[in-house]
């Protein structure tokens, strides 16, 4: 049967977006990122000792939580990009995106954030340019940075881990067959936003980051991925899936037949309207 992608004002690919910005329902840029020491004597907060950057966040969520543990005015960070000397790759043309890696980073006495954000890309280096991942790269015919992009995809919109490869099977599908990748996280990512809600308004911005209009990967990644989304990227689990949705947490499924994905989303859309169901994208860790 050939493949068609259906009308665009019905068809949602997953549904979903990663909620970047919420993690149990407190904002996190500015939270749970800075590990204080604490007096044994008097019990008072001492300067942070390490930053946290947590899987999936975005580039702007880390400019924002360095700019906090080094008491920054806002945005100094992002200002200080030109001078980071950031080894990235061609492609990125100065856009770190992607590769502030996810890690524990401890801070000096005297921190800068050019220092942590070399740190955070020097990582990711480290961890992106080895042999199993251009090998992996290779294998499935692109280079590191779009590895790393789809990766980033992954990481926004795969429920679990165990989601992972086949959320990035279906990438591969999408591509292979000409098909519009139409990830509601990539809208998320042109809006500045974290939602699960994707309007038909919504799908037709006027975005390079709007994979309903645009065929192709993003032109950059959308967020920061960790090992398990560059792992999948690169080790797509095999399957014939083109869409998927989180019907209710715990319960995502994947699928090649368009009707019966109508029919998924069609649950996940009832499951929305009911006081019962606590739907939620983020992440279970």
Do not use: C
């Not at 308004?201 to 990644?221: C, F, H, K, V, W």
């Amino acid at each position: 049967m050939q493949m068609n992608t259906p009308p665009r004002n019905t068809i949602r690919l997953t549904r979903r977006g990663r909620l970047a910005l919420i993690a149990t329902g407190a904002v996190v840029a500015g939270t749970a990122v800075a590990v204080p020491l604490l007096s044994p004597d008097s019990h008072e907060e001492k300067k942070p000792t390490s930053l946290v950057i947590p899987e999936g966040w975005r580039a702007s969520q880390v400019y924002a939580a360095v700019d906090k543990v080094l008491a920054l005015p806002a945005g100094t960070t992002r200002k200080a990009l030109p001078t980071a000397d950031l080894r990235l790759p061609i492609d990125a043309e100065g856009n770190p995106e992607g590769y502030l890696f996810p890690a524990t980073y401890p801070l000096d006495e005297k921190p800068t954030p050019q220092a942590l954000l070399k740190q955070m890309v020097d990582m990711a280096n480290k961890k992106f340019n080895g042999a199993p991942i251009a090998a992996g790269a290779q294998r499935n015919a692109m280079n590191v940075y779009q590895a790393v992009t789809i990766a980033s995809i992954v990481q926004a919109e795969a429920a679990t881990k165990a989601d992972m490869g086949k959320v990035a099977r279906v990438v591969f599908n999408r591509l292979a067959r000409g098909m519009p990748l139409q990830m509601d996280s990539t809208i998320n990512y042109a809006l500045n936003r974290s939602t699960v809600k994707t309007t038909a308004a919504d799908t037709r911005i006027e975005s390079p980051y709007n994979s309903y209009q645009r065929m192709g990967l993003p032109p950059t990644p959308i967020d920061n991925p960790g090992e398990d989304a560059m792992q999948a990227a690169i080790n797509p689990t095999p399957g014939d899936w083109l869409y998927f949705v989180t019907v209710k947490p715990g319960d995502t499924r994947f699928t090649a037949n368009y009707a019966e994905h109508q029919r998924n989303v069609a649950e996940f859309n009832r499951n929305q309207r009911s006081p019962k169901v606590s739907q939620s994208p983020s992440k279970s860790r």
